[in-house]
């Protein structure tokens, strides 16, 4: 165990941009890891009210600030990433407001692995603070190829950001565990599935879901959907959809690279689904089906209440639900549950309006509900 955290075991997650560190910390939430990304509570501490926000200007300027005030993070890397001294400056600054989140964040963590995703791990003084270091690779050619599809940055900016990390191999030898991720989602959760029962082996894959809520007869029972349940939350979603998203099991498989399905269960049947993800300490539920013949105000009253006791065990400070039109006519139930309709301009926090605006699908309505007072990285 970690001496700064000794209830807890530490791995540290690193690796270049964009060889999948972010899919390998879901993996590892998703077997009972609790995720930390010190990259996203980096970006948070520049923020527009927090604490590195004017120190950040006082260095290098206004000159890097957006129309609305806040500091913009594309202009500052073009910086930073093209000169060895600004990167120091910065970080500087970053990471003494990072490390102390991060104390903080697994000192109030109810689990007991903690996972922290930082690509900067192994140059700082996280290093000296975790159990475990695991590394994940991709071939540069992968690397550029995900940065210009899903990043969509330019190829030249790409390769900039790709030459300013170094050559992979000097992170891999250094590496507990390498992870490596250039295949397909299987590929790499049968990777991440190996190394965790090296932490943990006693805990079984199961085949089909974890029921997080018992139901009796008349209700419904709620389950955490696991990714040898993907043919089953594929063929639901397709047929909840009314044939509007055909999904395939390769599709559930990638997406749970990125989020969770809390399943509503009547027996071993799937009648509502809710697809939810947790970044930057916001919860954000993106898809939410219901079959034909379930009452919708009856299924939000049981789901929504597990998604926020989920969120909240993972220190969330506020929950995000995007609802097809049709769940509208039902806002009666969910302002009863705490949640108001509103904009992502109209939150007030930049981070959750940051969130909102990276996270509605086209098409839904957003409502949106606290979940605690205190947050991380609060104005001081």
Same mark, same amino acid.
């Given at each position: 165990m970690s001496s700064k955290w000794p209830e807890k075991y530490v791995i540290g997650l690193t690796g270049n941009i964009a060889t999948g560190k972010s899919v390998v910390r879901k993996m590892l939430e998703h077997l009972g890891a609790y995720g930390i990304d010190a990259d996203a509570l980096a970006h948070r501490a520049i923020a527009r009210g927090a604490p590195g926000y004017q120190p950040v200007i006082d260095t290098f300027g206004k000159w890097i600030l957006r129309p609305d005030g806040e500091i913009d993070r594309a202009k500052l890397g073009r910086l930073v990433f093209a000169d060895a001294e600004a990167m120091a400056q910065l970080e500087d600054i970053v990471h003494p407001l990072v490390r102390q989140a991060i104390d903080l964040m697994i000192k109030r963590a109810s689990q007991k692995v903690i996972v922290i995703e930082a690509i900067k791990l192994l140059e700082g003084e996280l290093k000296n603070l975790v159990d475990t270091v695991w590394v994940t690779y991709a071939p540069p050619n992968v690397q550029l190829k995900r940065l210009v599809e899903k990043r969509e940055m330019s +190829? /030249? $900016? +790409?390769? *900039?950001? =790709?030459? #300013?990390?170094g050559a992979q191999q000097e992170k891999t030898i250094r590496a507990n565990v390498v992870i490596r991720n250039d295949g397909s989602?299987?590929?790499?959760?049968?990777?991440?599935?190996?190394a965790w029962k090296q932490i943990q082996p006693d805990d079984q894959e199961t085949t089909g879901p974890v029921v997080l809520k018992e139901g009796s007869r008349d209700t419904f029972s709620i389950a955490r959907g696991r990714p040898k349940q993907s043919q089953? =939350?594929?063929d639901f979603i397709t047929s909840a959809s009314q044939g509007a998203k055909t999904v395939t099991i390769d599709d559930v498989m990638e997406a749970f690279? /990125?989020?969770?399905?809390?399943?509503?269960? $009547? @027996?071993? *049947? =799937?009648? @509502?689904? #809710? +697809?939810?993800?947790?970044?930057?300490?916001?919860?954000?539920?993106?898809?939410?089906?219901l079959a034909a013949d379930v009452n919708p105000e009856a299924a939000m009253q049981t789901l929504l209440p597990e998604i926020e006791k989920a969120s909240r065990d993972l220190q969330c400070e506020a929950s995000?639900?995007?609802?097809? %039109?049709?769940?509208?006519?039902?806002?009666?139930?969910l302002e009863k549950l705490g949640y108001r309709q509103t904009t992502s301009?109209?939150?007030? =926090? *930049? +981070?959750?309006?940051?969130?909102?605006?990276?996270?509605? %699908? %086209? @098409?839904?309505?957003?409502?949106?509900?606290?979940?605690? *007072? $205190?947050?991380?990285?609060? %104005?001081i």
């Open positions: +190829a /030249e $900016d +790409a390769r *900039q950001r =790709i030459a #300013a990390q989602f299987a590929d790499t959760w049968k990777q991440v599935l190996s089953a =939350i594929a690279g /990125e989020k969770a399905f809390l399943l509503l269960m $009547d @027996g071993d *049947q =799937i009648k @509502g689904l #809710a +697809a939810w993800q947790v970044e930057n300490l916001v919860s954000r539920t993106t898809e939410f089906y995000l639900l995007f609802l097809p %039109p049709a769940l509208k006519a039902h806002k009666a139930v301009d109209s939150l007030g =926090i *930049q +981070a959750w309006e940051d969130a909102a605006r990276e996270s509605q %699908p %086209p @098409g839904t309505v957003m409502f949106f509900k606290q979940l605690r *007072q $205190d947050r991380i990285l609060r %104005p």
